[in-house]
């Protein structure tokens, strides 16, 4: 064909140049490729192809074109539907002559299904659109089956085939699922294809609960299960929610999935945070549903905010306690010093304090605060659940405070004195010293030495001369004020003289001096006083101190029969004052002593002892008592001389059973007292076996005798018990050596084998004697060591 070709275009044309290509028509489905040849005949200088828009095509990915001397090769890959049209060859000879050749493409679509997915899915009664999406040219025939059997609108009313070739179903249900298929044919080209398609249709969720409400009390270990009933297509999934947060498996929340769709949440050891509202949401694809469950948790009350309060005397204190719990707690306040309750709208009498709350939080304001509201205050938050105390402090802070008024404090020259100023302050004080408005350091100077500690500093001054005396100033300062105190340091003097001395109790050698203390001190305390005497005539001063400050002083040693002068003088720190106005006294001469006094006791066997006190010796030594003793029948007396030094006489041997007199006298080197009588009485005889006895014998041979006593009567006891009730210790004894000799001689074996043993005994009566009676009692002793008794059949 081509040489034919060739050869008829040379004929016809009668230029050189000539062009050719090898088709003319050509039909090509989408995603073809095809690739024509262009031939020049002559000297082509190029060869060139344009597209059917008459542009001349440049090489790129989708078309390629190869180059010879006389041809030229165009491809075209992946043909598509914009490709179709009339392509041109154009060859250029050297003069510009040009020659071109055609060729028609002509593209057609196959049938094709795009993307058609599988399975499809729809929600349960909405209108479910399947896709079957095909193409191919000219446009296809599209036919659906659904169980081998064709669709058509007469027999389905809910189905229909749309223009787009989709299948429409009309609020499409559970039982519309299955595998449809979507058929499409070309009549012209004979070609027939079709895609199977599964259709499925999800039912939402539908959730319901058994209890929606649950109850709970926080702390106590306590557990709460929710359980949550879903179904649905396909099966939901089930999440449990709070406060906008999905909850994850932990040691708290546990979570179980039972048959028939039952999902469980199970919440472990409850605490206050966790009650509220909690969700139950079931999912899956055709959607999602949630039911709200509610968990009241029941908490004990708790403070939570409490704190200590610090207020200035004088402004006012506002004290908040905060309590929460399920339900909220009640607030009330006690005040600990003295135990006073306040509640929520009380108000005290003065109206200083005062009790507001609302919500779980109670403020009690203190008024005009005053020191002594300073302590501990409880707050006490009370529910039906329970209740809860917590403590605070009230600390109040003041401005120095002087303890003392003592201001005014005597020295002299030479003597330190320690000035004490005592504050008592809150915050503590600083403390400084001036003199004439300067400050004392607090290393001293030459004469004056500070010693602090808190709330206490001491200015010690040693004064040197009158300039050292004066006004001395104490400043206390915190951060609530200053306060100041002046103390004056005085010269000190010495005591004025004691007055009113009077003479008391004055004997042969004692005199007791009283006497009124001094008007004047002389600023320092008095150390003691000084009380001198002499005997009238004498020069000799004899000193006497006082112990400690006492006004009574007691002169000792004095002779008798003589006058005396006394004065008494004051001595402090600076020294000793004036002697008072001399006072004379005059001792007792010497006498006769005072009669003793007498005391007695009955001594061991037939002796008395009389105690002795000496009274008054008139001021001499007693040299010896003179005791005189008789019977209250005799006449005669019997004398006993016992020397001065003793404190006792023992009279012995006397009588039993007798009344005895008695007269004593003292005697010294002047005389004899006057006499003192005294009675007595000796008892009877006592028992001679028992005293005799027991006189010489010691405390562990006295216990002796009495359990060898009670060890004797035991006996007598026992072997009573064994001739009258036959028992007791013996009984046993004997009882146990005659079994013993019983079973020896074999005459026991009775017992032994189980059998009864008897025993004759002779009745007894009331007094113990044996009856003359015959008559006798069976006593049967068993195997299990019983005792059954058993009369004779006579009367027993």
Known sequence: FLPFLLSFSGAIGCAALQVSISLNKVELSVGESKFFICTAIGEPVRLEWYNPQGERIVASKRMALHMETSRSRLIIYNA??????????????????????SVVLEIYQRLTFRDVQSPQEFRHGETAEVVCDVISSPVPVVVWYY????????????????????????????????????????????????????????????LSVFQQAFNATADYQESVTFTCITSGSPDPSVTWHRKGQQLEPSEQYIFNRLEGGRSMLTIRNIRQGDGGTYTCRATNKAGSQERELFLKVFVQPHITQLKNVTAVEG?????????????????????????????????????????????????????????????????????????????????????????????????????????????????????????????????????TRVHSVEGKSVLEVTPMSDRDFGRYNCTARNNIGVRYQEFILAQADVPSNPYSVRLSAVSQRLATVTFMKPDSHGGVPISYYLVQYKEVGSQDWRDVKSHSVQTTVVLTGLEPNTTYEVRVAAVNGKG?????????????????????????????????????????????PIVEYIVKYKTDKEEQWMTKLVPGANDFAMLQPLQWNTRYEVEITARNVKGLSEPTFYQFFMPQKPDITAESLFSGLGLGAVVGLGLGALLLLLVLVDVSCFFLRHCGLLMCITRTLCSKKTATSGKGKEIEEGKAAYLKLPLKEENGKESLKPDTIEIKVHSDNSIHTKPDDSKA
């Open 147 to 206: 169980q081998d059997k064709e669709i058509t609108e007469e027999h389905h009313s809910r189905f229909q085939v749309l223009a787009n070739n989709n299948l429409q179903i009309h609020q499409v249900t559970k039982a519309d699922e299955g595998v449809y298929r979507c058929e499409a044919s070309v009549e012209a080209r004979g070609e027939i294809d079709f895609v199977d398609i599964a259709v499925v249709v999800n039912v939402p969720p539908v």
């Open 315 to 447: 402004s006012a204190a506002m004290i908040s306690c905060v309590a929460d719990g399920e339900p909220l707690p009640d607030i009330s306040w006690r005040r600990a010093s003295d135990g006073r309750t306040f509640v929520d709208g009380d108000k005290s009498q003065d109206g200083r304090f005062e009790v507001r709350g609302r919500h779980g939080k109670s403020v009690l304001t203190i008024s005009g605060v005053k020191l002594t509201d300073l302590g501990r205050f409880d707050c006490e938050a009370l529910s039906r659940i329970g209740g809860h105390q917590k403590s605070m402090f009230l600390d109040i802070e003041y401005i120095p405070k002087f303890l003392t008024n003592h201001t005014i404090f005597y020295s002299w020259e030479g003597n330190p004195v320690n000035i004490s100023c005592d504050v008592m302050s809150n915050p503590p004080a600083t403390m400084l010293w001036r003199r004439e408005r300067f400050t004392i350091s607090a290393e001293g100077t030459a004469n």
């Open 576 to 620: 000793q004052g004036e002697f008072s106005h001399t006072e004379t006294f005059q001792t007792l001469p010497i006498r006769e002593p005072s009669p003793p006094a007498v005391h007695g006791q009955r001594a061991m066997g037939k002796a008395y002892r009389l105690g002795l006190v000496k009274q008054d010796d008139g001021g001499m």
């Open 80 to 101: 598509i539907i914009e490709d179709a049209g009339i392509y041109r060859c154009q060859a250029t000879d050297a003069s510009g002559h040009t020659e071109e050749a």
